[in-house]
């Protein structure tokens, strides 16, 4: 079988041609680390391979081993990547893009329109931003592997519940993919805190494309308008086929999302101070239905007050957060690299100050393993999610409350 996966990078290329790529590596682009590259990859991977890993059981999380998918669909694009980089083209880099007009070429631009399509088939479309120590074979892999668990459907239990098929885009960030307990650490959270502006610029072009798009629902809703009227004498079945076509061509109706996990939370809290930075107003744009902050490597009042995410909420419908407490990468990031109280362990430090729109799912009960820290892809941790997106409510997807607050919500093990 062939993977495709969609994604956007400030990694350099290596090989000879920029648009041409044999992979992308750890460091910045050497164009700037703000420098966006967009394209997509393909791969090969045995069918029954992965048919067995996403049936393939773990304790506590049921079928579907997310984590051995990622570990395997590594070695595929290690042996076997295609890199199609979308070619772009700036005459004037000094002047500004749209005063070119159509001498610009954007690599951005044709990402969105094939997306465009993509979602016009029914699909919502999910940013994934990955952490700490991950390659660029990794990057597309856990992208891959996160695809195919949180589109898996487990007849058992989901019967009666909306299916809400997504893709996933990849935004890979240099990562040293070493895990040397100090230097690799270090060096990856100045990458991270360079990516930001890359990640930034990323959203702000997501943004101007949804503005772009809201004009071509307006125009199209006067076309619609305009064609009922025109056909006014013909039967109705006639105009409603009419209508229809036109809806699928330039209506989606799907959703945006955005998961980031482990230090990629560091990334898009520092992301949103560069879209604050260029957004008119005092509130960020709103770009996605759900922020699902997963592991976060980052401050455990990272969300309230004036604190540097606090405005995630801003840019979303909802956030959700996922933590565990045995997460021992976390635990690492807490003993050996003075960051203390992670919000990816034990969750907000005080859930009554977070903003309404933000609640939180503990895993502990559920995640098993050495590191416990990739557990978002696995059975029915990314199951949780998948019915997130499909518009669940906590309670509504089998979580149990905690007590703690009315925000805080636990995944449950389920009995044999």
């Known amino acids: 079988m062939q993977l495709c996966v969609y994604f956007a990078t400030n990694r350099g290329h290596e090989g000879p041609e920029r648009f041409a790529p044999l992979r992308y590596g750890s460091r910045f682009s050497r164009d700037g680390m703000e420098n966006l590259r967009f ?14 890993l996403l049936d393939q059981r773990r304790d506590h999380t049921g079928a579907g081993d997310g984590e051995a998918l990622q570990d395997y669909l590594s070695k595929c694009v290690a042996s ?58 990794e990057a597309v892999a856990t992208a891959a592997a996160f695809e195919a ?48 502006g890359a990640l930034g610029r990323a959203l702000l072009k997501l943004r101007d494309q949804l503005h772009a798009l809201g004009r071509e629902v307006r125009q199209s809703s006067v076309r619609v308008r305009a064609l009922r009227a025109a056909m006014a004498g013909l039967p109705n079945a006639e105009v409603e086929r009419a209508i229809a076509q036109l809806e699928a061509t330039e209506l989606c109706g799907q959703k945006l999302h955005l998961l980031a996990h482990s230090m990629g939370n560091y990334v898009l809290q520092n992301a949103l101070a560069r879209v604050h930075e260029f957004s008119p107003g005092k ?58 109280d992670r919000l990816g362990q034990g969750g907000a430090a005080r859930p009554l100050l977070l903003h309404q ?8 009960a559920l995640v098993t393993g050495l590191t416990q820290h990739s557990y978002y892809t696995n059975g029915l941790v990314a199951r949780d999610i998948r019915l997130a997106l499909s518009g669940l409510t906590p309670r509504e997807r089998g979580l149990q409350g905690t007590g703690q607050a009315p925000n805080t919500w636990a995944l449950v093990r389920r009995q044999a």
């Not at 997509?40 to 045995?46: H, K, N, T």
């Not at 270090?186 to 360079?194: I, L």
């Not at 592991?295 to 840019?315: K, T």
């Open 80 to 137: 076997s990547q295609r890199i199609e980089c979308y070619r772009e083209s700036i005459p004037d880099p000094q002047l500004n893009e749209q005063a070119q007009g159509q001498a610009v070429k954007l690599g951005s631009a044709a990402l969105f329109a094939e997306l465009q399509q993509d979602m016009q088939q029914g699909r919502d479309l999910m940013v994934l931003v990955h952490g700490f120590n991950v390659s660029w074979e």
């Open 357 to 364: 729109k933000v609640y939180q799912v503990d895993c502990a």
């Open 39 to 52: 394209g997509r990859v393909l791969f090969d991977a045995d069918d029954e391979q992965v048919r067995a």
């Open 283 to 340: 509130q960020l744009p709103r770009l996605f239905d759900t922020v699902f902050l997963c592991a976060p490597d980052v401050d455990d009042d990272a969300l309230e007050g004036s604190a540097p995410l606090a405005r995630v909420h801003q840019v979303s419908q909802s956030v959700a957060i996922y933590h565990n407490r045995n997460d021992m990468a976390l635990k690492m990031s807490d003993f050996t690299k003075g960051n203390p």
């Open 149 to 196: 668990m949180v589109n898996r459907a487990e007849p058992a239990l989901d019967e009666g519940l909306p299916v809400k098929s997504v893709r996933v885009l990849l935004f890979t960030w240099p990562s040293d993919g070493a895990a040397l307990p100090w230097a690799s650490y270090k060096s990856d959270r100045a990458d991270a805190h360079g990516t930001s």
